[in-house]
């Protein structure tokens, strides 16, 4: 399941960006956050992203590619942890989908494909 690692840290790689961007004050809130601060995003919720790309995206990206055996960097995690973030990646595609703002829901099918290259990668190991 190489491919499925490869795909998710692509993914992971352009969400990065766009959480970055924001944290820098880019205006493309309407697309983020539940969509309701159009515009640059209020300084807790550029925090939240910049602590969301600095922090969580890497080190799920890097897992990813641990538990795929891409990289060795020490032992694989227990695939449960893999259900676990395929499930969060679900419940963030859902709140994609239901957001009021028609651009968040762009962000709803990566967390969709996030959680099935999750799911497979747990199935691989």
């Avoid at 994609?96 to 959680?115: C, D, Q, T, Y």
Wanted: glycine residues 10%; aromatic residues 8%.
């Amino acid at each position: 399941m190489e491919i499925a690692a490869w795909v998710a840290v692509a993914l992971i790689a352009v969400l990065t960006v766009f959480q970055l961007a924001l944290a820098l004050g880019a205006p493309a809130g309407a697309a983020a956050w539940g969509g309701s601060h159009p515009g640059v995003l209020p300084t807790r919720l550029r925090v939240a992203s910049a602590l969301v790309a600095i922090f969580f995206y890497p080190v799920v990206a890097i897992e990813l590619l641990n538990a795929d055996g891409v990289i060795d960097v020490g032992p694989d995690l227990s695939p449960l942890w893999l259900w676990v973030l395929a499930g969060l990646f679900v419940l963030g595609a859902l709140a994609n989908f239901a957001s009021r703002s028609k651009i968040e829901r762009i962000w709803g099918p990566v967390s969709l494909a996030l959680a099935v290259c999750c799911g497979l990668i747990a199935l691989g190991m």
